[in-house]
């Protein structure tokens, strides 16, 4: 008889001092409007009411959970609300940067000749006269853009043997070495070289080998493969440790020599995660500033010898332009000019990136069950 | 005949491996011998102004009085960075491995691995010309109401290109690394500490102090090691947000100066006896990251034993 009274007063326990389903949007729309009146007293704008009203719906929240609930559910409300803000403060700069270079830069990229001309010959009189005169702004990022290829292809020829030799070293070879244990971490230590550093141990290197002001596309290709290594080894060696150890045994078994089965079985295997992580490595060094810029010099001309001469590239581009315009007194067509070349190496970053996820996908090794 | 032939061939197969397995050790040694060339190289060429007389470096007061500003500088911007970087990224990692829907998460990782991809020249630019000029009001209320504090002394600088906005910068450049380590590590936390708590009636966030942060809590520092690391190696940022100057406490005046900036700033044109006082301050940077760095691996190799004993 008490069977049915029993789980009417269970119930009403447990949805005892809960707040309602909708609680969160009403909070919300709350917060919204209230937001809304207190930035209208003091001058609106969109940012401020995001602010204010984060604030208010959390303030609101919790207070409300807090009264209903009680303090448990309420720290939980308040650490999901500082959880999410986080989250929404980390995108604010992704966004803010991402908006910035395609305002400021798509005026540049769609000057008639940008990808195509380099700055020989681009006076400060010629951007003085596309200010006064409204001629367009002469000069584009053709040698950068040559720079660029050059310095990370050579980087890419030097580093990618390299770091994959001693990622095979490290899985197939090393053993646990004492040896193997040793580069293990000099290579982690090596991921945290300050970029810069690299430059000036380039430049230390030739300075000492070749003599003084020894600066070209070569030496700013060796400073990259200092970065660029350690990336290439790190992510060689984890795909080739996820190999299985069944095929290596099964070539064994057929008497292929290991250096043989590395190549045949276990490379091709593994190929897609190393080629998804060089281009990854590739994306990674493209956009490497300092040790070009102590490394290759900056030129304003095309240098199409990457072991001869000053080289341009993009990111010392950019940075040349911003803090030395070509015209001082008129420092609009190089900001143009810079913002130009920075939306062109964001996009060259991104399809590296694009590419190395269809790398990775493309030469995946086909699932056979 | 026979034998012979299979002589021969088993020879060209012993040389095969010979070879090989020799150029991977070779690629191996090279790596060490890269590392050990990079502290060698650098030592040479700074030499010179190591020993030179101290009238002759810039300043005029010796190397130690040219270098020390500068660490502090780099220490200075390195520690708003972390400041900022730090609290954020663990909520973004918690975010993305602990709250948000199942579905969204690994996208939304992709969504803040992006952060990392854009060139640090960029977010220098980006620095410069747009958080310098929104910031410099918040400097100026900063001044009026805060002066007290030798922080936020005023003068606040006109153009925002102070230390604090480089920190800002830089926060912002080593957010992602920070988050992606975190977020490994909270994903690592065994399922069954966490239904455990769960299953004891605690709520989420009981869980996560619970369960999840003792757990990570080795990763968590060394995460934020290595994001020390990249802030105080980070150049770009700095040399084109901050217009530098002498040392100051206050944060938003334009002063100070980072090792990395300095390098960048001067290098291209200097010569001579310049050329190793700036090759002396990259290896005291290098000498700076390098023991960060080892700190932080150091700790994440005593962590992995000690969660393979779990």
């Known amino acids: 008889m008490t069977s049915t009274l029993t789980p009417v007063r269970k119930r009403s326990a447990l949805t005892k001092g809960q707040l309602p389903k909708a609680a969160p949007y009403i909070v919300l729309a709350l917060a919204l409007i209230i937001g809304a009146a207190i930035l209208a007293l ?191 080894v790190r992510s060689s060696e984890e795909m080739l440790k996820i190999v299985p150890n069944e095929l290596r045994e099964a070539a064994y078994a057929l008497g292929v020599r290991k250096w043989r089965t590395i190549l045949k079985v276990v490379i091709p295997t593994a190929i897609s995660g190393i080629a998804s992580g060089v281009t990854l490595a590739i994306a990674r060094v493209i956009g490497e500033t300092a040790p070009i810029l102590v490394t290759a010099g900056f030129a304003t001309t095309i240098n199409n010898n990457v072991f001869g001469g000053w080289m341009a590239s993009l990111p010392t581009f950019i940075y040349t332009q911003i803090l030395n315009p070509t015209s001082p007194s008129n420092p609009g067509p190089s900001d143009q000019r810079a913002w130009g070349a920075a939306l062109v190496l964001i996009i060259l970053v991104m399809l590296l990136n694009l590419g190395a996820r269809l790398v990775a996908r493309i030469f995946a090794p086909k699932a056979g069950r | 005949m026979t034998t012979t032939s299979l002589t021969k061939s088993r020879g060209a197969g012993r040389a095969g491996d010979k070879v090989f397995s020799g150029a991977t050790l070779a690629a191996g040694c090279l790596i060490l011998a890269v590392l050990f060339g990079v502290a060698l190289f650098l030592v040479v060429q700074a030499f010179p102004a190591l020993v030179a007389s101290p009238d002759k470096i810039q300043g005029g007061q010796g190397f130690f009085a040219y270098i020390w500003p500068i660490v502090v500088g780099t220490l200075i911007a390195a520690v708003i960075a972390l400041a900022i970087a730090t609290p954020v990224a663990i909520g973004v990692a918690l975010f993305i491995s602990h709250f948000a829907p199942r579905g969204l998460a690994s996208g939304l990782g992709y969504v803040i691995d992006l952060l990392a991809a854009i060139p640090s020249v960029v977010y220098g630019a980006w620095g410069a010309a747009f958080l310098a000029k929104e910031i410099s009001p918040l400097y100026n209320w900063l001044a009026d109401n805060m002066g007290w504090v030798p922080l936020f002394q005023g003068p606040a600088s006109a153009t925002g290109k102070t230390i604090l906005t480089a920190g800002i910068v830089l926060a912002v450049m080593v957010l992602p690394i920070i988050t992606s380590l975190t977020r490994e590590i909270f994903l690592q936390t065994p399922k069954l500490h966490e239904e455990a708590a769960l299953a004891l009636g605690a709520t989420r966030w009981e869980m996560i102090r619970m369960a999840v942060l003792p757990f990570g809590r080795a990763g968590i520092v060394s995460a934020v090691m290595l994001g020390l690391g990249r802030a105080l190696g980070e150049t770009m940022a700095v040399a084109l947000v901050l217009s530098s100057g002498a040392l100051t406490a206050s944060l938003i005046q334009s002063g100070n100066q980072t090792i990395a900036a300095e390098i960048a700033l001067n290098f291209p044109e200097a010569s001579g006896l310049k050329v190793s006082t700036l090759i002396a301050a990259g290896l005291v940077l290098f000498v700076i990251t390098l023991g960060v760095n080892m700190i932080a691996r150091w700790i994440i190799t005593r962590h992995k034993e000690f969660s393979g004993a779990n």
């Open chain 1, 42 to 232: 003091i001058g609106f704008n969109a940012f401020g009411w995001g602010i204010v009203a984060a604030i208010l719906f959390t303030v609101g929240l919790v207070g409300w959970s807090a009264a209903v609930e009680g303090s448990r559910k309420a720290k939980d409300k308040l650490a999901t609300c500082l959880v999410v803000g986080a989250f929404l403060i980390a995108l604010l700069p992704l966004i803010s940067v991402i908006w910035t270079v395609l305002v400021k830069g798509l005026p540049g990229l769609l000057d008639p000749g940008f990808l195509g001309t380099s700055m020989n010959g681009v006076t400060g009189a010629f951007d003085n006269k596309s200010v006064e005169q409204g001629a367009p702004v002469m000069g584009g990022i053709y040698h950068a853009l040559v720079g660029t290829v050059q310095i990370t292809l050579l980087a890419t020829v030097i580093s990618v043997p390299v770091g994959l030799l001693t990622a095979i070293y490290l899985v197939e070879y090393g053993e646990d070495r004492a040896l193997s244990r040793a580069i293990t971490f000099f290579v982690d230590v090596m991921t945290g070289i300050p970029s810069i550093v690299a430059g000036l141990f380039a430049a230390a290197f030739f300075l000492a080998v070749v003599g003084p002001g020894t600066k070209t596309g070569a030496v700013a290709a060796v400073a990259l493969s200092v970065l660029m290594i350690p990336v290439v």
